[in-house]
């Protein structure tokens, strides 16, 4: 396992933006997959996005955020990021980023096995 600490996040309008951070421990994340989910009020944990290194890099998102946000990742730093634009309302939630190694389902949240602290963001119209 690794330690994640989230930062990032906040207040923001409709149409502006926000950026996660997620900053990981150990020297060997770079190996491990990285996703963020989020929980809004009274909804299940969703998959929001997710990075790998298999030889390449490569991203996925769920379709509600698709060209809106953008997941990133700096090995030497040990750091995900989340770049969230043209947000909307209903993209408030507690966003959560998420570590794990091995072949894992990445829109599955059961199948990682860290997790960061979680960090509101919360957009109003």
């Known amino acids: 396992q690794v330690q994640l600490v989230q930062s990032g996040g906040g207040l923001v309008q409709a149409g502006g933006s926000l950026r996660l951070s997620c900053a990981a421990s150990g020297r060997t994340f770079s190996r491990y997959a990285t996703g963020w989910f989020r929980r809004a009020p009274g909804k299940e944990r969703e998959f929001v996005a997710a990075i790998i290194w298999s030889g390449g890099t490569y991203t996925y998102y769920t379709d509600s955020v698709k060209g809106r946000f953008t997941i990133s990742r700096d090995n030497a730093n040990n750091t995900v990021y989340l770049q969230m634009n043209s947000l909307k309302p209903e993209d408030t939630a507690v966003y959560y980023c998420?570590?794990?190694?091995?072949?894992?389902?990445?829109?599955?949240?059961?199948?990682?096995?860290?997790w960061g602290q979680g960090t509101q963001v919360t957009v109003s119209s």
């Open positions: 998420a570590a794990g190694s091995g072949g894992i389902r990445l829109t599955v949240g059961y199948d990682y096995d860290s």
